[in-house]
């Protein structure tokens, strides 16, 4: 099985944004984007949505949130994960299946980047 979603680059920028139906309509209208996956949570509000624009795909999600977020699939997140820890990273989701399909753990770095380490584990 591969590592990550067929047709996703490795590494995809994270928006925290207000309202992300707006950010996908804009980037529908104005990118042409494809709207992928859209996940909401209580009500109305949207607790994960991607996006492709070309080759990229877009993740965002509805909160306030660090200077940077990135979300990176990789062959083996877990070893990442445990490197990132060694070179100073804060754990801030252990490594667990998420029941979307991925394992995946975020970290923050000392600047306050956040990175969130995935490996696709079942199709969706």
């Known amino acids: 099985m591969p ?3 067929d047709g996703y ?3 995809a920028p994270y928006l925290l944004v207000p309202d992300a139906e707006t950010v996908l309509r804009f980037c529908e209208t104005v990118f042409g984007a494809q709207r992928l996956r859209v996940i909401r949570g209580e009500g109305t509000r949207i607790v994960h949505a991607e996006c492709r624009i070309g ?3 877009l993740m965002m999600g509805e909160a306030e949130g660090p200077p940077a977020m990135l ?3 990789l062959p083996d997140p877990d ?3 445990d490197r990132a820890i060694l070179a100073g990273a804060e754990a801030i989701q252990p490594m667990m299946e998420k029941g979307d399909g991925d394992r995946r753990g975020g970290l923050r770095t000392p600047d306050g980047t956040q990175w969130y380490l995935a490996r696709q584990v079942a199709g969706d």
């Open 79 to 81: 070893a990442a994960f």
């Open 55 to 57: 080759d990229t795909v």
């Open 3 to 5: 590592y990550k979603p």
């Open 71 to 73: 979300h990176l699939y």
């Open 9 to 11: 680059t490795d590494l």
